[in-house]
């Protein structure tokens, strides 16, 4: 690989750290750049995962306050989150390249629908916040497993079906709902991550471009947080999403 070509990934781990930071959904971006590089799609959303790992952290401690007495759900949502993340990596490992490959275009139009939606998801909960909802932790175990399962398997839009379980199952503000699927995310991506870094098809080389652009677009991002459109760059990486969707499948024909 180039040098051209590690700048490039660097730029993209740039912009998805700003993109999460802002807006969510960064992996639609990274992902396709990756792609283009010539790495296979497995190994990519396997390399995509650990490079990006770092950026949860950052997500993750900035909301810390915001966990105050969420110590009990942590306690009893953490260990099926993360066994349910486990398990979607498992399945992707086991998938196989080609089938995963298939799998891509439909993939991107999945998290691109949920992006799309997320900021109908946001009003919803702020709405159900107020009306005071009742909580049902039945409902919050299956449906935070579910999501991980698919945050495990693929990632991008993992974030939005998990905040939307929560919402489904607790009435609580957003900004504490949205600390608790950060903390959530933090540890089943580090579980996937250290899964795929065992057993996965890892390009390491790209691994420490990828996080540390990540880790630079993150920081650069949350200070612009004030100066920028979440919705605005939202779309934009749906539009992205849409557009790299369109050309696998093309290719597909």
């Given at each position: 690989?180039?040098?051209?070509?590690?700048?490039?990934?660097?730029?993209?781990?740039?912009?998805?750290?700003?993109?999460?930071?802002?807006?969510?959904?960064?992996?639609?971006?990274?992902?396709?750049?990756?792609?283009?590089?010539?790495?296979?799609?497995?190994?990519?959303?396997?390399?995509?995962?650990?490079?990006?790992?770092?950026?949860?952290?950052?997500?993750?401690?900035?909301?810390?306050?915001?966990?105050?007495?969420?110590?009990?759900?942590?306690?009893?949502?953490l260990p099926i989150a993360v066994a349910c993340s486990v398990g979607g990596a498992l399945l992707l490992l086991h998938t196989g390249e080609q089938a995963f490959g298939r799998a891509v275009p439909w993939l991107i139009l999945g998290a691109c629908v949920l992006l799309s939606v997320q900021q109908r998801l946001r009003g919803w909960l702020e709405r159900r916040e107020a009306a005071r909802a009742g909580v049902s932790l039945a409902l919050a175990l299956p449906l935070v497993g579910a999501a991980n399962v698919y945050g495990g398997y693929f990632g991008a839009g993992a974030s939005v079906i998990v905040l939307a379980a929560l919402g489904l199952s607790y009435t609580d503000t957003l900004p504490r709902l949205n600390a608790l699927k950060q903390a959530l995310s933090l540890a089943t991506n580090c579980a996937a991550a250290l899964l795929f870094a065992v057993s996965g098809p890892v390009h390491w080389r790209i691994v420490p471009v990828l996080a540390a652009g990540a880790l630079v677009g993150g920081a650069w991002g949350g200070r612009l947080g004030r100066r920028l459109s979440p919705p605005l760059l939202r779309r934009v990486v749906v539009v992205l999403g849409l557009i790299v969707a369109a050309i696998y499948l093309w290719r597909a024909r």
């Open positions: 690989m180039s040098l051209s070509q590690f700048a490039l990934i660097g730029l993209a781990g740039f912009a998805t750290g700003a993109v999460n930071a802002l807006a969510g959904g960064g992996s639609l971006i990274s992902f396709p750049v990756l792609l283009a590089m010539g790495v296979p799609p497995l190994s990519a959303n396997v390399t995509n995962t650990i490079g990006l790992c770092p950026g949860y952290l950052g997500a993750a401690l900035a909301q810390r306050r915001d966990l105050h007495h969420q110590a009990a759900r942590l306690y009893v949502l």
